[in-house]
Nanobody
């Protein structure tokens, strides 16, 4: 069983930055594809970013490309989402997700992930 716990959310002004963190309790963290998703009120959960086991491959939603960066530290069982130039429309609950599968076209689909955190709220004021 893998448990994921996110942290780092909060309230920030538009144009500001936040770094989200996600820690995993799983012993095989280094073999998991990790992803970040978000869900705004009244909207479906959407893909934000994903990273391969060793961090070689990263994937981003078009809406965050160039502003957000996903990274991981396998020694610490951590995955991060650095969010810069935040916009009001980035306001959402952000979820960390994990799956033992190797990266592929599925990484953008929330149904592809076996494990989820409880989420952390990000609010961007305009």
């Amino acid at each position: 069983q893998v448990q994921l716990v996110e942290s780092g959310g909060g309230l920030v002004q538009a144009g500001g930055s936040l770094r989200l963190s996600c820690v995993s309790s799983g012993r095989s963290f280094s073999s998991y594809t990790m992803g970040w998703f978000r869900q705004a009120p009244g909207k479906e959960r959407e893909f934000v970013a994903a990273i391969s086991w060793g961090g070689t491959y990263t994937y981003y939603a078009d809406s965050v490309k160039g502003r957000f960066a996903i990274s991981r530290d396998n020694a610490k069982n951590m995955v991060y989402l650095q969010m810069n130039s935040l916009k009001f429309e980035d306001t959402a609950v952000y979820y960390c997700a994990a799956d033992p599968g190797q990266v592929g076209s599925w990484v953008r689909n929330s149904n592809g992930y076996a494990y989820w955190g409880q989420g952390t709220q990000v609010a961007v004021s305009s």
